[in-house]
């Protein structure tokens, strides 16, 4: 219980402490004159250079200082490199990041050196209060060998080697993200497996024909209402007959978790979109939720979930 205890407390002052570097670096960040009414209101870069994205502020038709941090871009192949881009670098728009991307999680998924830096178990463990396994165990209990799977975003941590070793060689695991740096870093995570197909791919457009398992880990709480509706009503329309739509995502803890105040205040200030999920079913995202039969399963007391609909015959 001790060592569990201890990094329990670990885990709070990392996430406390992670919650006030990255406000701190947003603070610095909002300085520029270019916001809008982006997604949940966050700072807004200026959408004409469309896959561009700083950590640092940069004004449009400024170039950017050669000091600056970490400088992305993303191209109309989606590939996305560091280096001294200026704003008028930026070339074919597609495929767009979305602003809730750029403006919210840019330090976590969009940098480059970050994607690298935290993909390791320890953060994986910290951010999910050890909670990982339990986790990946749920999701991977729901697939069956030489099934074939769509899962619309990557995801850090051993996830994806754990559902392609269970999926096998005689199966197909489709794995999908909007950004090519997260494509890259699966690729080089997993190295070659004939069952694992990898492509860069909008969560609300992606999928390739019917699935008998969509297994969308830990996506929904960081994207806005209107993403979480979209994304939900394709991955269900790619479910086949008998075959399942998985969600593993946040929920609303107990009353008295103890973790509860610091999911609060790290959902406040990281996760904008995230609180929703304590009062809004996941299947209810699904206009058609009536053609399937849903089951949900918490875990933690309460802080993560399960649900999973398994498409009528
Ligand atoms: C699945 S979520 C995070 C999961 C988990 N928190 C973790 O630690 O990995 C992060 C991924 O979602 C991807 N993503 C965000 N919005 C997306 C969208 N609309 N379509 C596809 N991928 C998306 C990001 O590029 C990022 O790689």
């Known amino acids: 219980m001790a060592p569990i205890r201890g990094f329990a407390a670990f885990s709070a002052v990392f996430q406390l402490s992670m919650v006030r570097a990255i406000r701190a670096s947003n603070a610095m960040a909002a300085v520029g004159p270019a916001r809008a009414s982006g997604a949940g209101g966050m700072a807004n870069a200026d959408r004409s ?14 170039a950017m200082n050669a000091s600056v941090d970490i400088r992305i871009k993303q191209d109309g192949m989606g590939a996305v490199s560091a280096g001294t881009a200026t704003w008028s670098d930026a070339v074919a728009p597609a ?8 403006d919210v999680y840019t330090w976590a998924y969009v940098a480059p050196r970050m994607v690298e830096l935290l993909d390791r178990e320890i953060v994986v463990a910290t951010i999910l209060w050890c909670q990982q396994n339990k986790l990946m165990r749920a999701a991977r209990d729901e697939l069956e060998p030489g099934s074939r799977v769509l899962q619309p975003a990557a995801v850090y941590g ?5 559902l392609a070793a269970k999926i096998g060689s005689e199966g197909e695991y489709h794995v999908t993200d909007i950004q090519q740096v ?17 492509e860069i791919s909008d969560a609300r457009t992606t999928g390739d024909g019917l699935y008998d398992t969509v297994c969308c880990y830990f996506l929904m709480h960081e994207v806005p209402e209107d993403y979480k509706r979209d994304i939900a009503n394709n ?11 998985m969600f593993v995502d946040y929920h ?6 103890p973790m509860r105040p610091i999911i609060w205040l790290v959902f406040k200030w990281l996760e ?9 079913e996941l299947k209810d995202y699904v206009d058609d939720a009536s053609e399937f039969e849903w089951r949900k399963e918490t875990f933690f007391g309460g802080l993560y979930q399960k649900v999973v609909g398994v498409r009528r015959g």
């Not at 250079?49 to 400024?62: D, E, L, M, N, S």
């Not at 495929?95 to 750029?102: A, G, I, Q, R």
């Not at 609303?252 to 978790?257: D, G, K, R, S, V």
């Open 49 to 62: 250079a469309p896959c561009a994205a700083a950590v640092t502020p940069i004004r449009k038709g400024q």
């Open 182 to 198: 997260q494509i890259d870093h699966v690729n080089r995570k997993i190295g070659t497996l004939p069952q694992v197909r990898t």
């Open 272 to 280: 904008p979109f995230a609180k929703v999920l304590w009062r809004r």
């Open 158 to 162: 051993k996830l994806v080697s754990h």
């Open 95 to 102: 495929p767009k990041l979305p602003d809730y991307l750029v």
């Open 235 to 245: 991955l269900a329309r790619h479910v086949k007959p008998g075959g399942k739509l």
């Open 252 to 257: 609303e803890p107990a009353f008295l978790h």
